[in-house]
């Protein structure tokens, strides 16, 4: 059997969750199956490889515009899957893409799409985008007969709204401890010394709320030495982002986009509390990172992130003030950490690792 995956950027991952999650299911397909990915040239210019992991890479070109990147892209992958992976099975990622999917639907191509999350909730976009995303949505439903959500709050979603049944399919994660900690020397940084948020530098992630709740907690708190670390940037600047990077303090710390595995594992293993903003969508690979790599996390608090962290960290509203006083409970109870870390660490081990992912959406290709 072939596999094909459509809807990424491509592999290896440099880019987000969807990114890391095709990166560990087709290394582990490959074993079985001929799998085939579909990746944007304009984004692996100098290290386009024609193999990766045991799967086959098919570079195709896109118009790298914020609003049509994916959907072109997606569209003539599917033209170019059509002529040649036909007879495959095909994982499609982004429920965006739903419109590239009516050709193959009549044709009746065997399929699955993973929705992501609520993309049509997130601030960036103007009231014609959230329409779009919404209609994506729909759509999606009424041409896939295999549609994969990532949490129940997903699934629940797409039953209650759009009355379609899916499959629900998390993302995975790794158990993650230090190597070297002193490759986040160059940052200034040392074993829990450090607030992390590692996300977009978009609205619905939080990172200005962030910023201002540490401000706030360095104000009440004037003799702790705690920094704040934020990793990460956006590919298209917008007023929010600037807003963020005209922060100008000594304690706060922006290391801009960091794709080095081994850095970033330092980072999230070494700092004394992670901070996760994401309040849009469902099973979010970044709070499972965290939870994987052993540290304490205070988390946005919406019903996804409850699902997956559950009792193994703390939650905050969307204000400042509520987070800070999150922030400063961490300080006062340090020694009490370790309790919710076992919880988080034992839930990766369990149940949110890439081998049941995996197997998961093989049953899919499969048709069992």
Partial sequence: MKIVI???RGIPSNYG???????????????????????????????????????????????????IDTLFHTSISIF?????????????FNAANSPALLLPALLRQKMALNTDGLEWKRD?????????????????????????TDSKGMHNYYKKRWKKKSSIIEYGAYIQKSKNCTVINKYGLGKDNYFLQITRLE??????????????FKDNNPDSMLKLVIVGDVSYQSEYSKKIKITKREDI?????????????????????????????????ALLEA?????????????????????????????????????????KNKNTRKEYIEKSLEKVEKYYNWDRITSEYEKLAKGK
């Fill in 17 to 67: 969750g969807f990114e890391t999650c095709v990166e560990e299911l087709s290394k582990r397909l490959s074993v079985k199956y001929e799998v085939i990915v579909y990746a944007r040239s304009q984004y692996y210019k100098y290290d386009k490889l024609a193999y990766y992991n045991g799967c086959k890479i098919v570079y195709l070109p896109t118009i790298k515009l914020k609003f």
């Fill in 203 to 216: 609205p619905e992630n939080n990172p200005l709320l962030t910023i201002e709740a540490f401000i706030h």
């Fill in 124 to 148: 960036k976009w103007g009231s014609i985008g959230k329409l779009y995303y919404q209609f994506a949505e729909w759509l999606s439903t009424k041409l896939v007969n295999d549609i994969i």
């Fill in 253 to 285: 710390i922006f290391t801009g986009f960091e794709y080095d595995k081994k850095i970033l594992c330092e980072l999230r293993t070494n700092c004394f509390a992670y901070i996760h903003g994401n309040q849009v969508g469902g099973t979010n690979p």
């Fill in 6 to 8: 459509i809807g990424i």
């Fill in 291 to 331: 939870m994987g790599a052993g540290v304490f996390i205070i988390a946005r608090d919406v019903n996804f992130n409850r699902e997956v962290l559950g009792n193994g960290g703390l939650f905050f509203m969307r204000n400042k003030l509520d987070l800070c006083k999150k922030m400063e409970w961490v300080l």
């Fill in 80 to 92: 170019h899957a059509l002529i040649f992976y036909k007879k495959s099975y095909w994982f499609i």
